[in-house]
């Protein structure tokens, strides 16, 4: 069995766990300042540490935690990872963090439904501040600055609107980093959460190429990239190389076919981000007996990720309703993936507004 499909049956009996879990709230009222970052660190570059650093710059005394993504390591837009969670978890260390906390299973859910989860984990945290990178564009500081005001700003389709004011502030699309910024205002404000004065909005630092960085990787070649990531990221990355612990592109074909050719219409359609139109087309067109069969009846959805997102849901099929269940309590668990020493450790189970807290794969 490969290493990611053993990661994979692990984290779906993890997933479960949390699932089956009952969210326990403390009480807890620690004065203690806690900056939480959300990022992939896919993998931790110069655009990551440089956020990271002007966060601890400005808050010296903070305790910085980290929410690194994990169950089934697929990203939003449903690609394998370059390396699992705990490999990120120990670059976001020796860099820098504090602790470092899993994430959802982003691969799985669609954008709304994982930035919900991203804000009910900010509110579990009881999270002080949140240091976002975002591209300076005409027109976005008015939204960077209404946001800071605690108002409810949210992205609709080709315009963004202050739903406080009833104003619309851009007429256009944003960009992956300025569009997670608004989409974050949108969920903190479905939660009830105030996040007035919580952003810090840090400039995205020019000379880093996640292509280059990922082609670097690919052939075990960094000459191009030293200047793009701490030297710790190119370390671990270099050591994982040797290891053969890249698992980026890497998926699980048997599990991803034999979903496609053993479900039926109903239980396709029953998934996560399908629709009967979907289900039918890969129904109709089955059995398949490689992935390059099975892609051809992947149709076209609502972004230019949606075709790896459906091999995502094909690979760990889930149910959406048990998905909107699991929304609805997370963090059901608060699993750490690291942490810098025992007395951050001790500082962040004081803080955090949860009973439900483990430590992740034998972690002491």
Sequence with gaps: MSQVSNILRRDMELFFNDFDC?????????????VADFTEYNPLHNGHFHCMKTAKHMFPESLFVAIVPGLFERSGRGIPYILPREIRAEIAISVGADIVVEGPPMGIMGSGQYSL?????????????????????????????????GHHVAPKPYKIVDKTTNEILLKDKLEEDNYVITSFSNSLSKIGFDFTGKFIFVERIEGVSGTLIRESIQKDNFENVLDMMPAKTIEVLKREIKRDGIIYGIRDEESILNTANDFSFDELSNLNLFNDKLAKNIVDNGPYDSLEQLEKSILHGFSSHFHQRVLSILENPIPKNIISEYIDKYPSNIRILGYKNKESLEKFIKKVNNENISLFNGLK
């Design 22 to 34: 009952e969210c326990k709230n403390s009480g807890t009222t620690s004065d203690i300042n806690l």
């Design 117 to 149: 989860c991203l804000c009910k984990m900010f509110k579990a945290l009881n999270t002080s501040h949140i240091p976002r990178g975002y591209k300076p564009i005409e027109g976005f500081d008015e939204i960077l600055k209404r946001i800071n005001m």
